[in-house]
């Protein structure tokens, strides 16, 4: 097993894989999920000025490249053997502190949704989880595609 899958398996089992999508109590809660790398910065996280009076919006940003720079940091430090490494890496991981879990978390959790939704290429906006715009960073930009896309009865 490689370090990045090592890893990968270690955060899930520590943090789990959220599956909550949006706020249950509202009802026009639209969820917005933005799959990106460090190369591609996310624009427009808040679009409280442009949404339907009834409708609220709950974007997500998961920057998919984060457990590989993570593991990059971490490498620099591993001892060459295999054994030692993983100890050391092991240590390492439980001495996080709270920012740098939150982001190690929020990757994976958006590796795994990436992979649910068929991401295959990034920067990617998800609606819903059922519609998604690719190449497109900002987020004001996704939504009115999206919406001329449900105004076509598209969905």
Known sequence: MNLFHFITCAF????????????????????????TTTGWKIQGESVAGTQEAQQHIDVQIYELDGIQRFEEQL??????????????????????????????????????????????????????GQAVVYGVTDVQTALTHYQAWRKEGKR
């Open 12 to 35: 899930t089992v520590l943090f789990g894989i959220s599956t909550a999508y949006a706020d249950p109590s509202h009802e026009q809660t639209l969820l917005v999920e933005a799959f």
């Open 75 to 128: 490498s620099k430090s591993l001892p060459i053997n295999p054994h030692q490494a993983k100890q050391v890496a092991l240590k390492c991981i439980q001495k996080l502190d709270e920012q740098a879990m939150i982001a190690v978390k929020n990757t994976a959790v958006g590796l795994a949704k990436a992979m649910q939704y068929e991401i295959d290429r990034y920067p990617a906006i998800v609606f819903d």
